[in-house]
């Protein structure tokens, strides 16, 4: 069943996935903190990305570069003169909207969606990074930018990580980290905010090849959310038009999903081509280019450029993981989570508090918290602890009984079928990982 934005909303404040910021103040323009599952989760989709970006390949290398940065980088790369929205002010209430997001209405004009009023401003371009000091004086030369994407550092690293991890076209540079735009109109919970965290990659390749790697990243991608257990039917690939192209890019596709409101963008895969490290080499006198010794031939790499929201697909995976069923004639509510995904990946519960049966769960414990994320938990039924479970996407849990005590047998539980295993405690952290690894 397909949840609202305010399911997913209520979902994570109560179990401690996201909370509004500030909220014992009334809240905060459109902030928010991750909770305890929530920084688990979140970390859990960063992985994900980085293991299969990263890890699993050999022609990726890393990078976290600074979140605050010198004007030149945002000046050579366009970010000042380009990085805008078409902003619209309403005359009546005085709220602002981003033009391209007002639609007309029945009556074929454009209303403000706040008061209904037509009186709205001519739209004009609002730049959306956020600007601050550098030291402590506000004074001309001092200011910084706090990123707007995380791409950039890549680009005025080039050479850096070229020389010293000795990689050569077709090679890529992976970064996770936080991003910043005022935007206009942030909204649909962590779907659009102000702060926010990207996983961009940044693959430079022979200038020929550009349009074959647009092709395998865009594939790539797609089935990353796929493996990564999203149904398909809730993706799709869009290429843009021509108009709908940033300033950077010769080419675009996104990767959408089916939020409760429609479809929106959870990443965008752009051929950049030669732009970036072309205008990087002039603004800084630096030649950011490639020198291929055994033809003795020299070329500025095209990129292609995967560039993904971490909090925002977060939230995608939330919502195609929601989920109800019955179990005995009762209904529960459960989160279909891949297991790499999932906050927790088991937890264990003692059967009941009695003093004898603590040692063995905490034995269990041992044994796996080394390997996994365990939540522990002994209060309540068991059977209310299990729906627990599911409802955060728990995919097994670990349950020791009075039997344990005899058998030295513990019960595995699976969050999809409900089917219980009795399996013994020696051949458990076996059984844990291969359950696990699918
Ligand atoms: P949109 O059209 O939704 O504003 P964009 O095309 O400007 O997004 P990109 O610059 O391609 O976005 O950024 C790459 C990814 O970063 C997006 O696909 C999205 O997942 C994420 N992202 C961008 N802006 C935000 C934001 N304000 N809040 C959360 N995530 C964001």
Redesign the pocket.
Known sequence: AAPDLEDIVRLCKQRGFVFPSAEIYGGFRSTYDYGPLGVLMLRNVKQAWWRSMVQLRHDVVGLDAAVLSSPRIWEASGHLANFTDPLVDCRNCKERWRADHLEPGDDGVVHCPNCGSTDLTEARAFNMMFKTHVGPVEEEGSEAYLR??TAQGHFVNFLNVLQSSRKRPPFGIAQIGK?F?N?IT?GNF?????E???M?LEFFVPPAEADRWFEYWCHERLEWYVDLGIPRDLLRLRHHDKEEL?HYSSG?A??EFRFPWGW?????I?NRSDYDLRAHSEASGTRLEYFEQASGERYTPWVIEP???????MMAFLIAAWDSDEVGGESRSLLRLHPRIAPYQVAVLPLSRKETLVPVAHEVLGLLQPLVMCDYDETQSIGRRYRRQDEIGTPLCVTVDFDSLEDRGVTIRDRDTTEQVRVPIDALVTEITSRLAR
């Open positions: 707007p994407e991003s735009r935007e942030p962590v779907f659009r905010t102000r926010f965290e990207q961009e940033s675009t996104d990767v929106g963008e959870l990443e965008g752009a560039a993904a929201g971490a909090t925002r697909t």
